[in-house]
């Protein structure tokens, strides 16, 4: 085998070693017609089913059971990740269980709920992190998320993800204490209607432990 050939192998051996981002990465279109720019609920519904690839029937459905909006993303994500479906996490949910024991029940590693940073990110995700962090040098530490902490990763993921936006700025925005319903609804219009603009501020997102 000469060398060319070698390097060929090598080249071939490290592409396919790279995972391929996620399909469901940057899906932000104009809804049209579909959709109205102010009917937030309606608005929130469509762009949860276009996010995880749901029927948008069956996503209203789901909504209307959660007290907390927030509850519906973090519902369709454990779904998305474990291969059940929003009804039987649903049922889960209302048993009485926390989200961590949901995702603990169906085997779904603490990763999913982290998206990369390059700095510490601060509250109200400093905390979660540091969970993580933690738990990487030490494998027999316990921890666990809160459901506020879990809403708020999800938000993040879902406003990074669906819109492209850097992680940092989705944290911004969602530090400021808005619910995931305002916050996809707002940016929404901003991008394809007539919105204000997101001034990214201090503060602490209000989902914490309950």
């Known amino acids: 085998m000469n060398a060319r050939t070698s390097c060929m192998i090598v080249t071939l051996l490290v592409g396919l070693a790279i995972p391929s981002a996620p399909a469901y990465g940057g899906l932000d279109i104009d809804l049209g ?21 749901q029927d948008r029937g069956a996503v209203e459905r789901l909504g209307i059971r959660f007290d907390n909006p927030d509850d519906l993303a973090v519902c369709l994500f454990i779904a998305r990740h474990s291969g059940r479906s929003g009804e039987q996490i649903y049922f889960l949910r209302k048993g009485g269980m926390s989200w961590w024991e949901i995702s603990a029940r169906l085997d779904l590693r603490p990763e999913i709920w982290f998206v990369a940073v390059e700095r510490d990110p601060g509250p109200p995700y400093g905390k979660a992190y540091g969970y993580r962090n933690k738990q990487r040098k030490n494998r027999d530490y316990v921890w666990r998320l809160t459901d506020g902490e879990i809403r708020d ?3 993040v993921r879902m406003i990074h993800e669906y819109y492209s936006m850097p992680v940092e700025a989705a944290m911004e925005i969602r530090a400021t204490g808005k619910s995931l319903t305002l916050l996809m609804t707002e940016e929404y219009a901003r991008r394809h209607g007539k919105g204000p603009k997101h001034k990214p501020g201090k503060g602490r997102g209000r989902n914490k432990a309950r």
């Open 153 to 155: 990763l999800v938000a």
């Open 33 to 53: 017609a579909t959709v109205q720019i102010g009917n937030d609920t309606s608005l929130y519904i469509a762009i949860s089913s276009r996010y995880f690839d």
